[in-house]
């Protein structure tokens, strides 16, 4: 059965509108390493207040080298079990960098990071990262962008969580509902394919032929040392 003419065309147009897109930086740097948000870019977790109080435990370690500086990127729980977190095994709910034994960022929400590789759900990200917590986004020598992969509830898009890491700074630089649909790494460039919908699909696999049921794709590319969405 061929895919009916109106959503033929519309997911064309689409296509062809998503590539005249003009291509934004997701944040700057500053000559003192410095990192300079764009707010549209990060949206807001599901607010509750109760996570501030509560007390993590960190079970997850990854280091990173730049420039002369070394930070340590740490995830973990709720030691309360908050949210079906499984003391870490399904997923983690906070992410700390620390600095010389210092924290120096933490970023927590009330629902759950899933792990790249090796867990629930059963996506691989293992060609694109050497750990489960976060797929590396190398930027320079002196910059570069982790992005952490949210939990697919139903109804809507996992969370896409991206930190900036500077040699001086570390900064939450985009947070949105869109899922990865592809990856594409060389030693010159990153291109990550995103997507912000759920498409429907019908008994027969095929999405079905209503407004608006097509994919609303954007990409997040690398270049001359910064990450830019579209």
Known sequence: MIMKIPAL????????AIRAQ?????FRIGADGSIATDPPLIDPFYNDPRIKN????????????????SYDIRTGYFEEDWFETERGRDG????????????IFELRQPEIWAHTYAGRPTWDYRP???????????????????AFVGWPYGGEMPYLTI??????????VFNKHMGINEITRS????????QANIVEFGEDGKPFDTPGNVPIIHRLETKDGLLYFK
């Open 22 to 26: 003009p291509a934004t930086p997701v």
């Open 187 to 194: 030693d010159e460039s990153f291109s990550m394919e995103i």
């Open 92 to 103: 983690f709910t906070v992410i700390a960098i620390y600095s010389d034994n210092r924290k």
């Open 163 to 172: 930190i900036a890491l500077t040699d001086h700074d570390a900064k939450l």
């Open 9 to 16: 065309i519309a997911s064309l147009m689409l296509s062809l």
């Open 54 to 69: 509560l007390t993590c435990v960190l079970n997850g370690s990854t280091s990173i080298t730049l420039g002369s500086q």
């Open 128 to 146: 694109y990262t050497d750990n489960r917590y976060f797929i590396p986004i190398a930027l320079s020598e002196q910059a570069v962008a982790l």
